[in-house]
C-alpha cells in the first residue's frame, strides 16, 4: 500500500473542503456573487469526483493488504485503517458543508419565492395604460402614462429574472440532494469497510498470539522432553552401574567358592 497516494488524496479532499466551506459561509450575505457561486460550484464538483475516486481506490488496496506475513499484513491494514478514518473525517466535514449550502440554497429559493408573489400583486396592481384613465375628464399625459409602462415593465423584467433564478436554484438544489446521497452511501461503505477493517487486525493479532502460544508451548514440550531423556540415561546409568557392581561382587563370591572346594 503505498501511503503517499492514499495520503494526499484524501489531504487534497480536506483542503478543498476547507477552500469550499469560506465559499458556503458567504452565501445568503452581501459578499455572495456570482463568481463566489461559481468558485463554489468548482470546488464541490472537485471534491465529489475525488471522493468518489479515493473510495474506488480503498476498495482495490483493501485485497492488497491482506498479502504477506501476518506480521505485515497487519501493518498494511493498520495503515490502510488509518487513511480510511481521515477519510471517513473528511466525508463527514464535507456532508456538514453540502448540508449547509443546501440550507442556504432553499432559503434563498424561499426568498426569491417571496419575491415573485411581490412582483405579481405589483403587476396586477398597475393601472391599465390604455383604460386606466378613461373615467377621467381629461387625458392621461403622456409623460405619466410613459413612466407607468415602464414601471410595468421594470416588474415584468424583474418577475422573469427572478423566475429564472428561481428554476436554477431548483435545479441546484436537486443536484446537491442527489450528491448528498452518493456522499453517505460512500460514507456507509467507508464506515463498514474501517469496522471490517479492525476486525481483521483484531483477527491477525489473534492469530499472531496463537501460533506465539503454539511456539512458547512447543519450546516447553522440547525443554520436557529433554529432562525426561536426561533423567531416563540417567536412570539407564545407575541400571547398568548396579549390575557391573553386581556382576563383579557375584563373580568374587563364585570365585572364592571354588577356591574353598580346591
Keep these: 500500500i503505498k501511503q503517499s497516494t492514499g495520503g494526499s488524496a484524501v489531504f487534497k479532499i ?16 452581501p459578499n455572495e456573487t456570482p463568481n463566489v457561486k461559481k468558485q463554489l460550484d468548482t470546488k464541490r464538483s472537485e471534491v465529489q469526483k475525488s471522493i468518489e475516486s479515493t473510495n474506488e481506490m480503498f476498495k482495490q488496496v483493501t485485497d492488497l493488504a491482506k498479502t504477506g506475513t501476518p506480521q ?3 501493518s498494511k491494514k493498520i495503515q490502510l485503517e488509518r487513511l480510511k478514518q481521515q477519510f471517513s473525517d473528511a466525508l463527514q466535514k464535507f456532508k456538514k458543508y453540502q448540508l449547509l449550502e443546501t440550507d442556504k440554497e432553499k432559503a434563498a429559493l424561499s426568498r426569491m419565492r417571496s419575491r415573485t408573489a ?10 391599465n395604460i390604455d383604460t386606466g384613465y378613461a373615467d377621467n375628464d381629461s387625458l392621461v399625459d403622456d409623460e405619466v402614462r410613459q413612466q407607468n409602462l415602464a414601471q410595468l415593465q421594470e416588474f415584468e423584467d424583474d418577475l422573469e429574472t427572478t423566475t429564472a433564478l428561481i428554476n436554477e436554484r431548483e435545479e441546484a438544489i436537486k443536484k446537491l440532494e442527489t450528491d448528498m446521497v452518493t456522499v453517505n452511501e460512500i460514507f456507509r461503505e467507508i464506515g463498514s469497510m474501517v469496522h471490517e477493517q479492525g476486525d481483521m487486525i483484531d483477527n491477525i493479532e489473534h492469530n499472531v498470539e496463537v501460533a506465539r502460544d503454539r511456539v512458547e508451548d512447543g519450546v516447553v514440550q522440547v525443554q ?6 536426561n533423567k ?28 574353598k572346594k580346591n
Design 118 to 127: 411581490s412582483l405579481r400583486n405589483e403587476i396586477s396592481r398597475q393601472p
Design 14 to 29: 480536506g483542503s478543498n473542503v476547507t477552500a469550499m466551506e469560506k465559499l458556503v459561509m458567504q452565501l445568503g450575505t
Design 232 to 259: 531416563y540415561r540417567k536412570k539407564v546409568l545407575i541400571f547398568l552401574a548396579i549390575m557391573v557392581v553386581f556382576g563383579i561382587i557375584l563373580g568374587i563370591i563364585i570365585w572364592l567358592t571354588t577356591r
Design 72 to 74: 505485515e499484513q497487519k
Design 224 to 229: 520436557k522432553a529433554a529432562e525426561y531423556q
